[in-house]
């Protein structure tokens, strides 16, 4: 592996706006109803900030990453949290038996990923019978959509869910933080010169050039924490949606599937 993903990845100490926080609140406030008493596995897990969250309720939570660097923040936080493992591992080659966990968990990573067929297919060997597979992933048919640097493919609604539907028998989608509700001269401003500089290759790659890039345009950023905690953003939980035709209302995707 040549990609250095520490520069792409949320970490602890990180500067963000509010929306960035609520997101990542909401992905795990939303994971943590499946995973009351039960074994959890979350891929990708990067900095760590929701394996305590998770580990509040869960019997047992197991975090990966492929990146050894990244894992330094969670192996040195959670140090001595009997409920919480960290390990390094490829997401497309588990290093875990049949039917080990109740619930995987992949948020914003499947567009990393040279084989998410290879990786759905390991995620259903390694869940039990009725357990839950989890993926939350940016949105590209939201107008102000930005790649990842290093990402494979996005997924639009209806392949996300063709995806998951060939090997689970239940594939539920849900669509986050709504695009129309964009009112004021300000954000309208901020979202054309987004696509402009999108479009002449002008983005910054790193979350560090990201945050000046938020910094000028949203005001004062906050740190993020070392660990999600209850209440730490207002949480609107995600929208059902159609899996039919793609969907450019949320800038957010879930799918939650069963086996």
């Not at 994971?31 to 900095?47: P, S, T």
């Amino acid at each position: 592996m040549t990609e250095n993903y520490t520069t792409v990845t949320e970490l602890p100490g990180n500067q963000i706006t509010r929306e960035q926080l609520a997101r990542l609140y909401q992905r795990y406030r939303f994971a943590q109803q499946f995973c009351n008493n039960r074994e959890v596995l979350e891929l990708a897990c990067g900095g760590g900030m929701g394996l305590g969250y998770l580990a509040k309720v869960a019997k047992r939570v197991v975090g990966g990453d492929i990146d050894k660097n990244i894992l330094k923040h969670p192996i040195e936080y959670y140090k001595g949290r009997e409920k919480i493992e960290i390990r390094e591992f490829n997401a497309q080659n588990l290093p875990f038996e049949n039917k080990s966990f109740d619930v995987v968990i992949l948020y914003e990573a499947i567009y990393y990923l040279k084989d998410p067929e290879k990786f759905v297919s390991e995620a259903h060997r390694v869940l039990k019978d009725k357990g839950v597979l989890l993926i939350c992933t940016a949105n590209k048919n939201w107008t102000d959509f930005n790649p990842s640097p290093y990402s494979t493919k996005y997924l639009s609604a209806p392949e996300l869910y063709s995806l998951m539907n060939n090997n689970f028998s239940k594939v539920e989608l849900f669509g986050a933080f709504s695009v129309t509700n964009k009112g004021g001269i300000k954000n309208r401003m901020t979202s054309f010169i987004k696509r402009t500089a999108i479009s002449l290759n002008l983005m910054p790659k790193t979350m560090k050039g990201k945050a000046i890039f938020k910094r000028l345009f949203f005001g004062q950023l906050i740190a993020l924490p070392p660990e999600i905690e209850e209440g730490l953003a207002d949480y609107s939980p995600p929208i059902p949606i159609s899996s039919d035709c793609p969907n450019s209302e949320y800038k957010v995707l879930f799918s939650v599937a069963f086996v």
